[in-house]
C-alpha cells in the first residue's frame, strides 16, 4: 500500500507562490510515476502535471504552463509543486497521485493511490 500526505496549502494573493509538498510513503517511491490534480468547488478533477519516476520527463496542463513546477526527490520520498504567478482561478483542492510507472499519465482513473488534499486559496 502506498500513502500520500499532501502539505502547504493556504491562502495567497493572486500573482503569489506556494509549494505544496507531497510526502510519500509504504512502497519503493521511484518505482512510481506522480501526478498533481486539483479540484474547483462544482468542477471535476483535473490534470494539472505529472512527473516520471526519475524526474526526466514532466507535463502540465496548458493552464498551469509557464507558472507551475514539479519535481521530486527521491532521497526524500516526495514530489513537489511549484506554484507562480497564481490567480483565482486556480483556487481549488490539489491531490497528489501515484501510479506504478508507465507512459500515460492524463487521466485520475489510473493513479490508484491519492492523498487526502490540499486546499489552496487565491484572492484577487
Known amino acids: 500500500q502506498v500513502q500520500l500526505v499532501e502539505s502547504g496549502g493556504g491562502l495567497v494573493q493572486a500573482g503569489g507562490s506556494l509549494r505544496l509538498s507531497c510526502a510519500v510513503s509504504?512502497?519503493?517511491?521511484?518505482?512510481?510515476?506522480m501526478g498533481w490534480f486539483r479540484q474547483a468547488p462544482g468542477k471535476e478533477r483535473e490534470f494539472v502535471s505529472t512527473?516520471?519516476?526519475?524526474?526526466?520527463?514532466?507535463y502540465y496542463a496548458d493552464s498551469v504552463k509557464g507558472r507551475f513546477t514539479t519535481s521530486r526527490d527521491n532521497a526524500k520520498n516526495t514530489v513537489y509543486l511549484q506554484m507562480n504567478s497564481l490567480k483565482p482561478e486556480d483556487t481549488a483542492v490539489y491531490y497528489c497521485a501515484a501510479r506504478l510507472n508507465g507512459a500515460s499519465y492524463y487521466y485520475s482513473s489510473e493513479y490508484p493511490y491519492w492523498g487526502q488534499g490540499t486546499k489552496v486559496t487565491v484572492s484577487s
Open positions: 512527473i516520471s519516476w526519475s524526474g526526466g520527463s514532466t
Open positions: 509504504g512502497r519503493t517511491f521511484s518505482n512510481y510515476r
